[in-house]
């Protein structure tokens, strides 16, 4: 019963606790998971040749990992996982 109390409120749960390091971190487990490409968070999606299809994969995984809705015109200005991180931490607080 402890163990459920610990998860609940860990990092590993929570993402609003989660700190950006963790977050970023997992953003990017999430585009390299729906994209099953190697993506360099020190590039943009273009320079990680990422295409349309790649890009509303990664939506829709960070849409559902994070339980948030990203509007189409907000996803004009997401170009890099960083600008997803500081979305998603926007979302959240």
């Given at each position: 019963m402890w163990f459920w109390?610990?998860?609940i409120n860990s990092n590993l749960?929570?993402?609003k606790k989660m700190n950006n390091k963790n977050l970023l971190k997992k953003i990017h487990t999430i585009i390299e998971?729906?994209?099953d490409k190697k993506?360099?968070?020190k590039k943009n999606f273009i320079e990680n040749e990422m295409d349309s299809l790649d890009m509303i994969s990664i939506i829709m995984g960070i849409e559902k990992n994070f339980k948030i809705k990203?509007?189409?015109k907000v996803?004009?200005?997401i170009k890099t996982a960083k600008n997803l991180e500081n979305y998603?931490?926007?979302q959240k607080s």
């Open positions: 109390s610990w998860f749960y929570n993402e998971k729906e994209t993506f360099d968070l990203i509007p189409d996803l004009k200005s998603i931490i926007k």
